[in-house]
């Protein structure tokens, strides 16, 4: 883990030559030995959840998927156990976590049975298909006593960790505006049960940039004014282009700007995010989105004129968002059973980030701002 010190002052004004520590990685629990089950075998849950869990040392026991045959074949790269039914993963003596990886419109009667069989919970973004269901979950879970969070892992994304950290420290003064932008050709054929969703883009990818807006500048947005677009000839029933503005108390302000459309080499992808205060700026590169799937480590930069003015600040970043970001989501729901408090990603939490993801939608409907209280009291 590395702890934040005190900055070391540069030798001169020269970019890069800035140097400081930042609080960043994955904090993980004392006991890493938390029996965890998944439930779902995908894309996601084989090639990030289980390899990070393996770098982290977590002791997951098994998993269940209503195909088994992509359960066992999870089970064979992993060693770990294969489940027969959901009933049995759930009785086993030795769970004490569930991590639920399958589609929103599933997820809420598995967690509801998890939860009732006293399981804390690690659940998978959206958390529903409906605010109400959100809602109406969140409050079961807190209801029955059991840990429940939401695995919004672009939160632990080196990038966004480390911006966060920057805010914490007042390195910005007062924070003004955020953005993240992206520009890049999206596979989305690697998830084919995407391609009939209506909601897709925002739903099933801005939804992290949502989040993680909102997790650095550590407050949520008043409303959300959006518009959403196809491109031409596309396959997918949803959206894949949008633009999402951001209005938060005060005179702070934010940005969501993504198409997933880009037909040009990739020398000419992006996806980039900036956070600006009034003394200074944070910016960097999200490499996960960088020669997709593969990806690449994020980059940082920041000026601070609370540091030393006029010097660029480029540490070097550990991680990944994929696999290690994963750590955190995980390492987080651990670290808050371990100390009997709700983890910061918790289902309560995540309301707020549905609450603009819904705003979103609604907004692009009725080409208006939508605040995201009527979003909350719709469901009422």
């Not at 269901?133 to 969140?138: F, H, I, P, T």
Request: hydrophobic share 40%; charged share 20%; proline share 6%.
């Amino acid at each position: 883990m590395s702890e934040g010190r005190a900055v070391q002052p540069a030798s001169g004004n020269a970019a890069g030559k800035g140097r400081l520590a930042l609080d960043y990685k994955p904090r993980l629990p004392a006991d890493r030995s938390m029996g965890i089950a998944i439930v779902g075998a995908g894309d996601i849950v084989v090639n990030a959840h289980l390899p990070a869990y393996k770098l982290a040392g977590f002791r997951v026991i098994g998993i269940y998927d209503i195909d088994r045959s992509k359960a066992e074949a999870a089970a064979k790269t992993h060693s770990i156990a294969v489940f027969d039914e959901l009933a049995a993963l759930l009785a086993h003596p030795g769970v004490r976590i569930v991590d639920i990886a399958v589609p929103a419109r599933y997820q809420p009667a598995i967690a509801r049975q998890a939860a009732e069989r006293g399981k804390h919970l690690l659940c998978q973004k959206p958390l529903a298909e409906s605010y109400r269901q959100a809602r109406e979950l969140a409050e079961a879970c807190a209801a029955l006593g059991v840990k429940a969070a939401v695995n919004q892992q672009m939160r632990w994304a080196p990038g966004i960790q480390a911006s966060r950290c920057v805010v914490e420290r007042g390195w910005l003064g007062a924070p003004l505006q955020a953005s993240i932008q992206v520009n890049v050709l999206t596979p989305w054929e690697l998830w084919p049960w995407l391609s009939h969703m209506p909601t897709l883009e925002v739903m099933y990818h801005s939804i992290h940039y949502l989040d993680a807006i909102r997790y650095v500048l550590g407050t949520a947005p008043e409303y959300v004014y959006a518009d959403g677009a196809k491109y031409p000839g596309q396959t997918y029933a949803g959206e894949t282009r949008t633009m999402i503005h951001l209005k938060f108390p005060g005179e702070v302000r934010g940005l969501i700007h993504d198409s997933h459309n880009n037909r040009m080499p990739q020398d000419d992808w992006y996806a980039t995010f900036r956070f600006e205060g009034t003394e200074g700026v944070v910016k960097g590169t999200n490499g996960a989105l960088y020669n997709y799937p593969h990806g690449r480590e994020d980059t940082i930069a920041l000026y601070s004129e609370r540091l030393e003015p006029g010097c660029l600040y480029a540490p070097t970043l550990e991680g990944r968002w994929f696999p290690h970001a994963f750590m955190g989501t995980m390492g987080e729901l651990m670290r808050a059973i371990e100390e009997d408090r709700e983890p910061v990603n918790s289902l309560a939490d995540n309301l707020l980030t549905l609450q603009t993801v819904f705003a979103a939608y609604k907004s692009m409907a009725e080409n208006r701002p939508v605040y995201l209280e009527e979003i909350a009291a719709a469901a009422t």
